[in-house]
């Protein structure tokens, strides 16, 4: 009977592993799964700059401000495990408080600027621009310059 | 007097030329905005490739899904002008109607996948993704092939 338990101890164990092993990426997959936040966020700023600039209509203008939104709300979950590498600084997890922060700011800030683009489209939203699209002052911080 | 309005007539229509210009972008404009949307939903089909694939926790699911869901609807509008060029084949306006429909369906589509999953999750979601991301089939037609 105790040679059972054991038996079943042993399968409950292995059994955990595998869950682990199957909820949590490897390390190269943690990267590569913030960079497609991160590039998603990157090819949208990209289209709002493009509207910003007049080379193109703004039609989608608060379709592109909603997705920056909801993409900034996914990306602390990305950044959460601390696996160095990619385009990350280690500054992201030695001052995780700092960027941390930053996220929500940005969070918060993308989502008024959905907010107000929904409601008044892309001239009562272009005012709040800049403050809502920190990319440049946050990557000089935490992102690896591009070669 | 004749003069005048032929003088006044001038500017208008200068001033049209100018507001042409300034609310259509030129070919390469309308070609790298179309691949801003485009590479939006690559990365995020990226993303949730990785869920399926068990390689990270399917936290951020239906944020994924809404995204996709969200693009997709602006991707028409990006489409419209019938420039050839980029990785588009001419089938896109060639075939404009079956493009079309094509898209109204990704949208149609991936609305109910991130209805779903953000009701029930991915596991809730998941026997609704093959349905839903007909990425390849579309690509096939469409797409000119990566090299």
Excluded at 20 to 28: F, V
Excluded at 90 to 103: G, I, Q, Y
Aim: charged residues 25%; positive net charge; proline residues 3%.
């Amino acid at each position: 009977m105790l040679r059972n338990v054991g038996f079943m101890s042993a399968i409950f164990v292995a059994a955990n592993v595998v869950l682990t092993a199957s909820a949590y990426a490897d390390d190269q997959d943690v990267i590569d799964y913030r960079q497609h936040i991160m590039k998603t966020m990157g090819e949208q700023a990209a289209a709002v700059g493009m509207i910003v600039e007049h080379r193109i209509p703004p039609d989608n203008f608060a379709v592109h401000a909603q997705i920056l939104a909801v993409t900034a709300a996914s990306a602390k979950k990305a950044f959460e495990p601390k696996v160095l590498g990619g385009e990350a600084k280690p500054e992201v997890w030695a001052k995780w408080a700092d960027f941390s922060k930053r996220l929500d700011v940005l969070v918060t800030n993308t989502a008024e600027l959905s907010k107000v683009a929904k409601d008044g489209g892309f001239a009562a939203a272009e005012a709040k621009l800049s403050t809502a699209l920190t990319c440049k002052g946050c990557h000089e911080v935490y992102r690896v310059p591009k070669k």
